[in-house]
Protein backbone atom coordinates (compact mmCIF):
# COMPACT_ATOMS: atom_id res chain seq x y z
CA UNK A 1 0.00 0.00 0.00
CA UNK A 2 0.95 3.62 -0.57
CA UNK A 3 2.50 5.28 2.52
CA UNK A 4 0.35 8.51 3.54
CA UNK A 5 0.69 10.79 6.64
CA UNK A 6 -1.65 13.36 8.04
CA UNK A 7 -0.44 16.24 9.89
CA UNK A 8 2.88 13.80 9.47
CA UNK A 9 1.38 10.82 11.19
CA UNK A 10 1.34 7.85 9.51
CA UNK A 11 -2.19 6.16 8.50
CA UNK A 12 -3.70 3.18 7.71
CA UNK A 13 -5.18 3.37 3.80
CA UNK A 14 -7.84 0.37 3.35
CA UNK A 15 -8.51 -1.49 0.41
CA UNK A 16 -6.77 -1.93 -2.67
CA UNK A 17 -3.88 0.16 -3.95
CA UNK A 18 -4.28 1.40 -7.29
CA UNK A 19 -1.39 0.75 -9.98
CA UNK A 20 -1.21 2.59 -13.76
CA UNK A 21 -2.31 -0.58 -16.39
CA UNK A 22 -5.06 -1.53 -13.67
CA UNK A 23 -9.20 -1.86 -14.64
CA UNK A 24 -10.41 0.93 -12.92
CA UNK A 25 -12.89 -0.63 -10.27
CA UNK A 26 -16.52 0.15 -10.04
CA UNK A 27 -18.48 2.35 -6.93
CA UNK A 28 -21.46 3.43 -5.71
CA UNK A 29 -21.17 7.14 -4.07
CA UNK A 30 -23.62 9.81 -4.03
CA UNK A 31 -24.94 12.92 -6.12
CA UNK A 32 -25.99 16.21 -4.33
CA UNK A 33 -29.35 14.93 -4.77
CA UNK A 34 -28.56 11.60 -3.17
CA UNK A 35 -28.69 9.59 -6.36
CA UNK A 36 -26.23 7.01 -6.94
CA UNK A 37 -22.94 7.61 -9.13
CA UNK A 38 -21.02 4.48 -10.73
CA UNK A 39 -18.06 4.51 -12.85
CA UNK A 40 -20.02 3.13 -15.62
CA UNK A 41 -22.14 6.24 -15.78
CA UNK A 42 -19.41 8.02 -17.53
CA UNK A 43 -18.48 5.18 -19.37
CA UNK A 44 -16.70 6.15 -22.81
CA UNK A 45 -15.29 9.43 -21.41
CA UNK A 46 -11.84 10.35 -19.94
CA UNK A 47 -12.08 10.58 -15.92
CA UNK A 48 -9.86 12.61 -14.10
CA UNK A 49 -11.35 11.65 -10.19
CA UNK A 50 -9.64 14.11 -8.25
CA UNK A 51 -9.94 13.01 -4.26
CA UNK A 52 -10.23 15.04 -0.81
CA UNK A 53 -10.53 14.84 2.83
CA UNK A 54 -13.05 17.45 2.69
CA UNK A 55 -14.22 20.08 0.67
CA UNK A 56 -14.05 22.77 3.66
CA UNK A 57 -10.57 22.97 3.87
CA UNK A 58 -7.76 25.23 2.27
CA UNK A 59 -6.25 22.62 -0.10
CA UNK A 60 -9.49 20.62 -0.73
CA UNK A 61 -10.52 23.63 -1.87
CA UNK A 62 -7.95 24.57 -4.67
CA UNK A 63 -7.60 21.23 -5.56
CA UNK A 64 -11.31 21.39 -6.74
CA UNK A 65 -11.21 24.36 -8.49
CA UNK A 66 -8.31 23.69 -10.20
CA UNK A 67 -9.01 20.38 -11.65
CA UNK A 68 -12.47 21.68 -12.52
CA UNK A 69 -10.97 24.90 -14.38
CA UNK A 70 -7.64 23.06 -15.87
CA UNK A 71 -9.38 19.41 -17.01
CA UNK A 72 -12.71 21.05 -18.22
CA UNK A 73 -11.63 23.21 -20.45
CA UNK A 74 -10.26 19.53 -22.38
CA UNK A 75 -13.05 17.75 -24.15
CA UNK A 76 -14.88 14.83 -23.38
CA UNK A 77 -13.27 14.80 -19.90
CA UNK A 78 -15.12 14.57 -16.99
CA UNK A 79 -13.89 15.94 -13.40
CA UNK A 80 -15.40 13.83 -10.30
CA UNK A 81 -14.24 15.10 -6.74
CA UNK A 82 -14.86 12.73 -3.98
CA UNK A 83 -15.06 13.19 -0.30
CA UNK A 84 -16.90 11.96 2.32
CA UNK A 85 -18.54 15.27 2.81
CA UNK A 86 -21.92 14.58 3.45
CA UNK A 87 -23.97 15.34 -0.20
CA UNK A 88 -25.76 18.38 1.20
CA UNK A 89 -22.34 19.79 2.62
CA UNK A 90 -20.99 19.24 -1.43
CA UNK A 91 -24.36 21.22 -2.94
CA UNK A 92 -23.51 24.42 -0.18
CA UNK A 93 -19.85 24.12 -0.94
CA UNK A 94 -20.54 24.27 -4.65
CA UNK A 95 -23.65 27.40 -4.09
CA UNK A 96 -21.39 29.32 -2.05
CA UNK A 97 -18.33 29.33 -3.85
CA UNK A 98 -20.68 30.10 -7.25
CA UNK A 99 -19.42 26.98 -8.92
CA UNK A 100 -21.92 25.49 -10.96
CA UNK A 101 -20.22 23.09 -12.90
CA UNK A 102 -18.22 20.86 -10.14
CA UNK A 103 -19.20 17.51 -10.04
CA UNK A 104 -18.97 16.63 -6.45
CA UNK A 105 -19.40 13.33 -5.33
CA UNK A 106 -20.02 11.72 -1.53
CA UNK A 107 -18.35 8.44 -0.47
CA UNK A 108 -19.82 8.99 2.89
CA UNK A 109 -22.78 6.07 3.05
CA UNK A 110 -20.45 3.26 3.03
CA UNK A 111 -17.16 4.19 1.61
CA UNK A 112 -17.56 2.17 -1.29
CA UNK A 113 -15.49 4.24 -3.23
CA UNK A 114 -12.24 4.60 -0.79
CA UNK A 115 -12.02 1.01 -0.10
CA UNK A 116 -12.02 0.10 -3.94
CA UNK A 117 -9.42 3.02 -5.13
CA UNK A 118 -7.39 2.05 -1.22
CA UNK A 119 -7.59 5.63 -0.30
CA UNK A 120 -10.16 5.16 3.12
CA UNK A 121 -8.47 6.76 6.04
CA UNK A 122 -9.09 3.84 8.93
CA UNK A 123 -8.09 6.13 11.55
CA UNK A 124 -9.97 9.22 10.56
CA UNK A 125 -12.83 7.69 8.47
CA UNK A 126 -11.42 10.36 5.42
CA UNK A 127 -10.26 9.88 1.93
CA UNK A 128 -6.55 10.32 1.20
CA UNK A 129 -5.77 12.92 -1.20
CA UNK A 130 -5.33 11.31 -4.62
CA UNK A 131 -5.61 11.67 -8.24
CA UNK A 132 -6.41 9.16 -10.57
CA UNK A 133 -6.97 9.47 -14.47
CA UNK A 134 -8.80 6.89 -16.37
CA UNK A 135 -9.39 6.11 -20.07
CA UNK A 136 -12.23 5.52 -22.01
CA UNK A 137 -11.87 2.07 -21.49
CA UNK A 138 -11.71 1.92 -18.43
CA UNK A 139 -7.67 1.90 -18.04
CA UNK A 140 -5.85 3.32 -15.19
CA UNK A 141 -3.25 5.95 -16.99
CA UNK A 142 -2.63 7.97 -13.64
CA UNK A 143 -2.10 7.08 -10.33
CA UNK A 144 -1.23 9.72 -7.71
CA UNK A 145 -1.29 8.97 -3.97
CA UNK A 146 -0.14 12.48 -2.41
CA UNK A 147 2.23 11.20 0.44
CA UNK A 148 1.03 13.99 2.87
CA UNK A 149 -2.58 14.70 3.06
CA UNK A 150 -2.14 18.10 3.98
CA UNK A 151 -0.22 18.53 0.62
CA UNK A 152 -1.17 19.42 -3.15
CA UNK A 153 -1.16 17.14 -5.27
CA UNK A 154 1.00 17.28 -9.02
CA UNK A 155 -1.80 19.56 -10.71
CA UNK A 156 0.51 19.48 -14.09
CA UNK A 157 1.38 15.70 -14.05
CA UNK A 158 -2.78 14.78 -13.66
CA UNK A 159 -3.15 17.34 -16.48
CA UNK A 160 -0.59 16.02 -18.72
CA UNK A 161 -2.19 12.88 -18.33
CA UNK A 162 -5.64 13.62 -18.43
CA UNK A 163 -4.38 14.47 -22.18
CA UNK A 164 -2.64 12.15 -22.85
CA UNK A 165 -5.78 10.00 -22.22
CA UNK A 166 -8.17 11.65 -24.86
Known amino acids: MAS ?32 PVRLEDSEGKVRLISVVPSLDTGVCDA ?16 VLT ?8 QKRWCGSNGLENVKTLSDHRNLS ?22 DSSDKVTYVEYVNEVSNH ?8 AVKAAR
Not at 82 to 89: G, Q, W
Not at 153 to 160: G, K, N, S, T, W
Open 82 to 89: ISVDLPFA
Open 63 to 78: QTRRFNEDASSVSGVE
Open 4 to 35: VTFLNDPVTLVGKEIKVGDTAPDFVVLDNDLS
Open 113 to 134: FGEAYGVHIKELRLLARAVFVI
Open 153 to 160: PDYDAAIE
